[in-house]
């Protein structure tokens, strides 16, 4: 069983940066594909960034590219989302994932490949 737990969410205003963590309660760095998700307000969950258990092959989601980055520390067991450019299309409740597969291509069904979620943390974006 992994538990996850993210933080640094918050309230920003457009063209504001924040940095996401997700902080896994077990060594996930050998063999866990890591994921970023988000809900919006009266909207399905969509899929963010992926990356995998090496850290050196990421993917992500169309309206973030250029913008969001991924990144893991295996030592510490955290997975990272930095987001730049935000916009207030960004608010959303932002959930981190793991899966035991070691690689998740990111898409509309990397959902469902994830083996344990946190409970969310909420980015709001001001214009």
């Known amino acids: 069983q992994v538990q996850l737990r993210e933080s640094g969410g918050g309230l920003v205003q457009a063209g504001g940066s924040l940095r996401l963590s997700c902080t896994a309660s077990?060594?996930?760095?050998?063999?866990?594909?890591m994921g970023w998700f988000r809900q919006a307000p009266g909207k399905e969950r969509e899929f963010v960034s992926t990356?995998?258990?090496?850290?050196?092959?990421?993917d992500y989601a169309d309206s973030v590219k250029g913008r969001f980055t991924i990144s893991r520390d295996g030592a510490k067991n955290t997975v990272y989302l930095r987001m730049n450019s935000l916009k207030p299309d960004d608010t959303a409740v932002y959930f981190c994932?793991?899966?035991?597969?070691?690689?998740?291509?990111?898409?509309?069904?990397?959902?469902?490949?994830?083996?344990?979620w946190g409970k969310g943390t909420l980015v709001t974006v001001s214009s």
């Open positions: 994932a793991a899966s035991r597969y070691g690689i998740v291509p990111g898409g509309p069904g990397s959902a469902s490949a994830m083996d344990y």
């Open positions: 077990k060594r996930t760095s050998e063999s866990y594909a």
């Open positions: 990356i995998n258990w090496i850290g050196d092959s990421t």
